[in-house]
């Protein structure tokens, strides 16, 4: 298949409006200033304050400003630096032992007596030489300008409790203007919907040790269900952690749920001023609540891999909480992909609102919701140069008792070895990120490899090591084959002739090379076959370790069959718009109809044992639960062995997917779709199709009318089928007739052929006149890429004026 070009490269006809559309979502890391309230669980409404910037200004309460405008009332943990916003060059230090106060002095990060810490009962403590911890107290108990001093750390003494911690807006789901809110701080207050808009009655932080849903505005605030019946409203109370009706949880389906009921947090309307109650957990949309900005907002996601060993990396199998870290093979996955933010959390890409938690000494690491104020969730990095994540409240360090795929991560006291080391890598830095074994195909322990990164190295047949960077590939958006171990090094030929002795090496990568083009599995038989006017592929004369590569005249031969995990979406055929995907990586999920996106959780890889394997853990693969038909299609660990798992594909030119005469099947293109194995028919239910590309939402340009009318209607065809004319439609993203087109340019006549990619790598569909010599009124068709001539590829144009939905596009000269 040709790749599109690039939309600078070409000049669109008059009348055409090409439409790409992105998304980016770049955020800095942002700074988190926050009030220290007294939260001794008195009346008062007192927060830490200083009266000047001056070093040596006394620590005291004072009454907390409402409007969080009072920079003297405002502090950052940075790291273990409590700093002022008034004078960021200013941090909290003790003077002394024991009864000591708590005053400013300059910033020292390496000062002992200036680094502070957050536990789950509210303390800000610090630890002496000796490894003991002294905490904040208040000298004077509840009383306005009371000294804040360190004392002895006791938990039943409520003068050592402050409310520390970072505040999220929390927006409905189907929304991102429409928050949780307290319209007053009064108890009682029913909590509504809002615009979100940073107002301190939309900030809310839920402390995970309590389970309180803190209001910003009077951390003395906290929501509470009203009864225990089904329909209550939920307003504000005096905080009380022994009060049932006040303690929620943040669950895997996205709802803040009661602790102790199943009654979730509900809206039945985006209206601003709708009140929220509490109904049975039902994980509908109108329960779904996300935290914006709890697990803070770096985006600094790098990649945490086993110390020498390219090939493991620390991940998660699913973003629900309580999902155990493991070992996973080192992927773009963002289930890989982690933050330290300037909380110390270790923060994944996948969901922002999870962080690594430690359980407890010898016990396994999981991830939670994100708790600034739990220093269980409180993590270094590379501390003193020895490569430990190192929990800074434990003194325990991020431990892997084998390197083997799946792998437990525990935590054990801080040793120094090997065990313990894991090194930080950023995904866009290249290394062995994307990169992928070569295997011949039907092969577990030959792979492509090089025994050096020298120019001129030849590429032989090696043992497969997946931690061996001179064994992993990345086929990349140029063609071209690139070397993990040098990422400057390409496979290329030697000649253009089909020869033994034209043998594959490593050379310096050039776009610009022809013979380092390559392309995979074009054709759907598994070969590296050459671009350009050559037709050469890569070929092996033996299985023996050593034996070379080389450039051969491509026959279909098993010698010219690789396995590379080349992922690719797989769609209802001619619907570009649906992908086959799961919503999590858990044994047991069902394979349901998604909207296609890039995510991982939509690639698949169909390998040499008829598996199916999914991009997001490639240790899962598609498995039908029974022999009988109608059987639903799930997720199960991956099993060679299993034909429950083996599904060959279009073996008879069918589109199907065959696992012992039943096929995958959906009754209907619409998102949520139960995909089933059902008794084959040749059925269009039972036709699939690869892209590598994600689908329609990627794939090529949808074409509207330039009239100013902003895609009021679309160019559409009705079936992509060879003989199928174009039409206008409604410009409607579910529409599975608003297909994508392709600009080739040709060259020879100065003109374009726009076609669709219609999944077949070797024939697209592209639209001539209906006519050979083409007329104002003549139509415009679709016929097989191999039918087009030069005289029929133009510069084409349409008259769009006047025309309805459902009426034919006609050529229309521009002379």
Same mark, same amino acid.
């Given at each position: 298949?040709r790749g599109t070009?690039? !939309? ?6 008059l009348s055409?409006?090409?439409i ?6 770049a955020?800095g890391?942002?700074e988190?200033?926050?009030?220290i309230?007294?939260?001794s ?5 007192y927060?830490v304050?200083?009266?000047s910037?001056?070093?040596g200004?006394?620590?005291r309460l004072e009454?907390?400003d ?5 920079d003297l009332?405002?502090?950052? %943990? ?17 003077t002394g @032992?024991?009864?000591s106060?708590?005053e400013?002095?300059f910033?020292?990060?390496n000062a ?5 810490n ?10 002496d030489a ?6 904040w107290d208040?000298?004077s ?11 002895s750390?006791?938990?039943s003494d ?7 911690g970072?505040?999220?807006? !929390?927006?409905?789901?189907t *929304?991102s203007?429409?928050?949780?809110s307290?319209?007053?701080?009064s108890?009682?207050?029913?909590l509504?919907?809002q615009?979100?808009? @940073?107002?301190m009655?939309?900030?809310w932080?839920?402390?995970t040790?309590?389970?309180l849903?803190?209001?910003?505005q009077?951390?003395?605030r ?9 329909g209550?409203v ?6 009380s ?8 949880e943040?669950n895997?389906?996205?709802?803040l749920?009661s602790?102790?009921r199943?009654?979730c947090?509900?809206?039945n309307?985006e ?5 929220i ?8 949309q109108?329960q779904?609540?996300?935290?914006l ?17 390219s090939?493991?990396c620390?991940?998660? @199998?699913?973003?629900s909480v309580?999902?155990?870290?493991e ?8 289930l ?7 909380n110390?959390q270790?923060?994944?890409?996948a ?5 690594a938690e ?8 999981? !991830? #939670?919701?994100?708790n600034?104020?739990d220093s ?5 990095y590379?501390?003193n140069s020895?490569?430990?994540l190192?929990f800074?409240s434990?003194g325990?360090?991020?431990?892997? +008792? ?5 792998e437990?991560i ?8 090997s ?13 062995s990120?994307g990169?992928?074994?070569?295997r011949?195909r039907?092969?577990s322990n030959?792979?492509l490899g090089?025994?050096?990164t020298?120019t001129?190295?030849?590429?032989e047949?090696?043992?497969?090591d997946s ?5 992993l590939?990345?086929?990349?958006s140029?063609n071209?084959l ?14 253009s002739s ?6 594959? *090496?490593i050379?310096?990568?050039?776009n ?5 083009d ?8 598994y070969e590296?076959?050459s671009g350009?006017?050559?037709?050469l592929?890569?070929?092996y ?10 450039a ?5 031969g098993?010698d ?5 995990s ?6 209802p055929?001619?619907?570009g ?6 919503d999590?990586?858990?044994?047991g ?11 991982d959780?939509?690639?698949?890889y169909? +390998?040499?044992n +008829?598996?199916?394997r999914?991009?997001a +853990?490639?240790n899962?693969c598609?498995?039908?639960?029974s022999?009988?038909s109608?059987?639903r ?6 099993n060679s ?11 008879? @030119?069918?589109?199907?997917f065959?696992s012992?005469?039943?096929?995958l099947q ?6 949520g779709e139960t ?6 028919d040749s059925?269009?239910? #039972?036709?699939?199709?690869?892209s ?16 100013g009318n902003d ?8 079936g992509?089928?060879?003989g ?6 409604n410009?409607d993203?579910?529409d599975?007739?608003?297909v994508?087109? !392709?600009?080739y ?8 052929q726009?076609c669709?990619d ?5 024939d697209?569909?592209?639209v ?5 010599i ?5 139509k %415009?068709?679709?016929?097989?890429? *191999? ?5 029929q590829?133009l510069?084409?144009y ?11 596009i006609?050529h229309?000269?521009?002379e």
């Open positions: 298949m070009t690039s !939309i600078s490269s070409f000049v669109v006809p055409l409006l090409l790409l559309v992105a998304s980016a979502n955020q890391t942002q988190q200033y926050n009030p309230n007294f939260a669980g008195t009346s008062t409404n927060c304050a200083v009266s910037t001056s070093t200004t006394q620590l009454i907390c409402d409007s969080a405008s009072d009332q405002l502090w950052e %943990l940075d790291g273990e630096l409590l700093r002022l916003k008034a004078n960021t060059d200013r941090c909290a230090r003790r @032992g024991t009864s106060d708590v400013l002095d910033c020292d990060s002992s007596d200036q680094q502070w957050v536990n789950d009962n509210q303390n800000l403590y610090i630890e000796n490894g003991a911890n002294y905490c208040s000298a108990g509840s009383s306005l300008g009371s000294l804040i001093e360190i004392s750390c006791a938990t409520s003068n050592q409790r402050f409310d520390y970072t505040y999220s807006e !929390i927006e409905i789901f *929304s203007d429409r928050c949780l307290a319209t007053s701080t108890t009682g207050n029913t509504e919907l615009t979100c808009n @940073g107002n009655l939309r900030l932080r839920l402390d040790s309590t389970y849903l803190h209001l910003r009077d951390p003395r906290c929501a509470s269900l009203s009864s225990t019946s089904s209550n939920v307003n504000l109370r005096e905080c952690d022994g009060d049932s009706l006040q303690r929620w943040y895997s389906d996205n709802e749920q602790r102790d199943n009654l947090q509900q809206w309307s209206d601003t001023g709708q009140e109650r509490a109904y049975s957990c039902d994980g509908g109108d779904e609540w996300r935290f900005n709890q697990g803070g907002s770096s985006t600094d996601y790098m990649r945490y891999q086993v110390r020498d060993n090939g493991r620390l991940g998660v @199998g699913s973003t309580g999902t155990q870290l070992l996973y093979n080192c992927d773009d996955n963002d890989r992909l982690w933050a330290l933010n300037e110390e270790l923060v994944l890409k969901n922002s609102n999870r962080c430690r359980v407890g000494s010898g016990s396994t690491v999981e !991830i #939670q919701q994100c600034t104020g269980s969730q409180r993590v270094r590379d501390t020895d490569y430990e190192r800074t434990s325990q360090c991020m431990q892997y +008792d084998s390197e083997s795929f799946g437990s525990i935590t054990l006291s801080c040793d120094g070895a065990d313990q080391e894991w090194e930080q890598v950023d995904p866009s830095d290249g290394g990120d990169y992928e074994l070569v011949l039907g092969s030959r792979c090089v025994d050096g020298s001129g190295t030849q590429v047949v090696l043992e497969c931690g061996n960077n001179n064994r590939w990345r086929l990349d140029n071209r690139r070397l993990a171990a040098n990422t400057d090094r390409c496979a290329s030929r030697d000649s089909s020869s033994s002795s034209n043998f594959i *090496s050379e310096s990568c050039s610009n090379d022809d013979k380092q390559w392309e995979y599995n074009v054709n759907r038989d590296f076959q350009g006017s050559t037709t592929c890569f070929q004369d033996s299985t023996s370790v050593g034996t070379s590569i080389t051969r005249t491509c026959d279909g098993s010219q069959e690789f396995d590379f080349f992922y690719e979406v797989i769609n055929r001619g619907n718009n649906r992908c086959m995907g799961v999590s990586t858990s044994t999920t069902t394979i349901e109809l998604f909207d296609c996106n890039d995510s959780m939509r690639l698949w169909h +390998d040499s +008829d598996l199916i999914l991009k +853990d490639n899962r598609a498995a039908r639960t022999s009988s109608g059987s299609v799930e997720l199960q660990s991956c062995g299993s034909s429950s798992q083996q599904f060959t594909y279009d073996s008879a @030119g069918d589109f199907e065959d012992s005469n039943l096929c959906y009754n209907s293109e619409d998102v995909i089933r194995a059902s008794s084959c059925g269009s239910d #039972q036709e699939w199709e690869f590598s590309s994600g689908g329609g939402s990627t794939d090529g340009y949808v074409l509207f009318p330039n009239n895609c009021d209607k679309c160019i559409g065809v009705n992509v089928s060879e199928s004319f174009l039409k206008w439609i410009c993203v579910s599975s007739d608003r994508r087109f !392709i600009d340019p040709d060259l020879s006549s100065g003109g374009s726009w669709i219609d999944g077949d790598a070797s697209d569909l592209c001539v006149p209906d006519d050979s083409p007329s104002s009124g003549t %415009l068709k679709l016929v097989s890429e *191999s039918g087009v001539t030069n005289s590829t510069l084409w349409y008259n769009d004026a006047g025309n309805d939905v459902n009426d034919d006609t229309w000269s521009s």
